[in-house]
């Protein structure tokens, strides 16, 4: 499929990278492609950023039939720029949109699509260390109709942003806090998926913990209430004696790719690497003995985020001292450093611009 280009006839100033905040500015261009049953995906096109047409009976309003993606684009030392996996988001894409019965994607276009508008607005990335170009695509239904079905026509669009740390900070160990009266999501809902309605869901608790002081949510499931799932925008890991634990994907947890690219890491340097289940009782049983050594969340966002402090039922634990463990720092190191072309990309994770 044919993508036109339509350039900005008024480019915007860019923000000093020391004024980036994430998520609130965004580049001159955008992707925009349509789907209909008798068209399907057609008229992709690349135009200047601008407000969306839309009826106030759109579904999406009514009935939540919206997903997203999240991923980023780094300037390297020899101003070239970098994609880190953009196929994986295209295909965790498509597995939202087969959840929420939205059409999938061509997973060739969805790639070229951002490949394409990442080039053109090339100079909106960011050159400072820890910065990049965030990139959300997303795809939301459009037919204006008032009634619980599929809608028949959708949107995909992809916008783009300079940002800069996701969390104030930054690689710092952060505190969270452990949910034990909201739920996220359960086993056979949309927890996997990456749908605007799991991230409305976690606003409550969000708020009420950033009130007690803490920067994030640790989830547990939707039923028992003891199984570890995930933090409100990351997957989780622990270190307890030798063994690498991340909750195991059982349905209601987002598989995340900075997570799968932490697994292929640690497998690959030798560690005692399990994905399975873990209860927030076995965590702090580990910290009682001696055994809990480190924390860490793994996000597009942040991409390694140390857990410092956790409170679960009133009950608070300082993980390693409240500093950053050896492995997170070393994941950290190892993932930035791929992504921004000053280490070996050994796994073929970057796509070069």
């Given at each position: 499929?044919?993508?036109?280009?339509?350039k900005s006839?008024?480019?915007?100033?860019?923000?000093?990278?020391e004024?980036?905040?994430?998520?609130?500015?965004?580049?001159?261009?955008m992707?925009?492609c349509d789907?209909?049953?008798d068209?399907?995906?057609?008229?992709s096109r690349?135009?200047?950023?601008q407000?969306?047409?839309?009826s106030p009976?759109?579904?999406?309003?009514?009935?939540?039939?919206?997903?997203?993606?999240?991923?980023k684009?780094y300037?390297t030392t020899?101003?070239?720029?970098?994609?880190?996996r953009?196929?994986?988001?295209?295909?965790r894409l498509?597995?939202?949109c087969q959840?929420?019965?939205?059409?999938t994607?061509?997973?060739a276009?969805?790639v070229?699509a951002?490949?394409k508008?990442?080039?053109?607005?090339?100079?909106w990335?960011?050159?400072?260390?820890?910065?990049?170009?965030?990139?959300?695509?997303?795809v939301?239904?459009?037919?204006?109709?008032?009634?619980v079905r599929p809608s028949?026509?959708?949107?995909?669009?992809?916008?783009?942003g300079?940002?800069g740390?996701?969390y104030?900070?930054?690689?710092?160990p952060?505190?969270i806090?452990?949910?034990?009266?909201y739920v996220r999501a359960?086993v056979?809902?949309?927890?996997?998926?990456?749908?605007s309605?799991?991230y409305?869901?976690?606003?409550k608790?969000q708020?009420?913990?950033?009130k007690?002081?803490?920067?994030?949510?640790?989830?547990l499931?939707?039923v028992?209430?003891?199984?570890?799932?995930?933090v409100g925008?990351m997957?989780?890991?622990?270190?307890?004696?030798?063994e690498?634990?991340t909750p195991?994907?059982?349905?209601s947890?987002l598989?995340?790719?900075t997570r799968?690219s932490s697994?292929?890491?640690?497998?690959?340097?030798?560690y005692n690497m399990?994905?399975?289940r873990?209860t927030?009782d076995?965590?702090?049983?580990?910290h009682?003995?001696g055994?809990l050594k480190?924390i860490?969340g793994?996000?597009t966002?942040?991409?390694i985020?140390?857990v410092?402090?956790?409170?679960?039922n009133?009950?608070?634990?300082?993980?390693?001292d409240?500093k950053i463990?050896a492995?997170?720092q070393?994941?950290y190191?190892?993932?930035?450093?791929?992504?921004?072309?000053n280490?070996a990309?050994t796994?073929?994770w970057i796509?070069?611009?």
């Amino acid at each position: 499929m044919t993508i036109s280009v339509e350039k900005s006839k008024n480019p915007k100033q860019k923000p000093a990278s020391e004024h980036l905040v994430f998520g609130s500015t965004f580049s001159d261009h955008m992707f925009v492609c349509d789907y209909a049953p008798d068209k399907g995906w057609h008229n992709s096109r690349i135009i200047p950023y601008q407000n969306l047409p839309i009826s106030p009976a759109l579904m999406t309003f009514h009935y939540g039939q919206s997903i997203f993606e999240g991923l980023k684009a780094y300037k390297t030392t020899d101003k070239k720029v970098n994609l880190f996996r953009p196929l994986e988001n295209i295909r965790r894409l498509n597995t939202s949109c087969q959840r929420l019965c939205i059409p999938t994607i061509d997973e060739a276009l969805g790639v070229e699509a951002i490949r394409k508008l990442v080039d053109i607005d090339r100079d909106w990335v960011p050159e400072e260390p820890d910065t990049s170009l965030y990139i959300r695509p997303f795809v939301f239904a459009t037919d204006p109709y008032l009634g619980v079905r599929p809608s028949d026509t959708y949107s995909f669009v992809i916008i783009t942003g300079p940002v800069g740390a996701y969390y104030k900070e930054g690689i710092n160990p952060v505190k969270i806090y452990v949910e034990a009266n909201y739920v996220r999501a359960v086993v056979g809902g949309l927890g996997e998926a990456k749908a605007s309605a799991n991230y409305a869901a976690s606003l409550k608790a969000q708020e009420e913990a950033k009130k007690k002081g803490f920067t994030q949510v640790l989830w547990l499931d939707g039923v028992e209430k003891k199984y570890i799932e995930e933090v409100g925008t990351m997957n989780v890991f622990f270190i307890i004696g030798d063994e690498v634990i991340t909750p195991k994907l059982t349905g209601s947890i987002l598989p995340g790719i900075t997570r799968k690219s932490s697994i292929e890491l640690l497998k690959s340097w030798g560690y005692n690497m399990n994905e399975r289940r873990i209860t927030i009782d076995e965590v702090y049983q580990a910290h009682e003995k001696g055994l809990l050594k480190e924390i860490f969340g793994t996000g597009t966002a942040a991409v390694i985020s140390p857990v410092g402090e956790l409170n679960w039922n009133g009950r608070s634990i300082t993980v390693n001292d409240n500093k950053i463990g050896a492995v997170s720092q070393r994941l950290y190191d190892t993932m930035t450093g791929i992504q921004y072309g000053n280490l070996a990309d050994t796994f073929n994770w970057i796509e070069t611009i």
